[in-house]
């Protein structure tokens, strides 16, 4: 799987999620796919993967796949 296959798969899923912090988070994630601008991402899906543990583990475990994925790749 790709970077944009994972963002994209992120995305659909905060889309599922309610909250303000889930629409701001698939807005960043929207931008990243449509932009392809990383800067900063994989600190911010982490942070948020804590935010959602508890509400939405499915979210949390796909933004920490992300997360992994842009330290892997060195983004």
């Given at each position: 799987m790709d970077l944009r296959a994972h963002l994209e798969d992120l995305a659909q899923r905060l889309h599922l999620a309610d909250g303000h912090g889930?629409?701001?988070?698939?807005?960043e994630v929207q931008?990243?796919?449509d932009e392809d601008h990383?800067?900063?991402l994989r600190?911010?899906?982490s942070e948020a993967a804590v935010h959602?543990?508890?509400s939405h583990?499915?979210?949390s475990e796909a933004l920490l796949r992300v997360a992994?994925?842009?330290s892997?790749?060195?983004l």
């Open positions: 889930a629409k701001d988070l698939r807005n931008r990243a796919i990383h800067d900063g600190e911010r899906f959602f543990e508890i583990p499915e979210i992994d994925f842009l892997a790749s060195g």
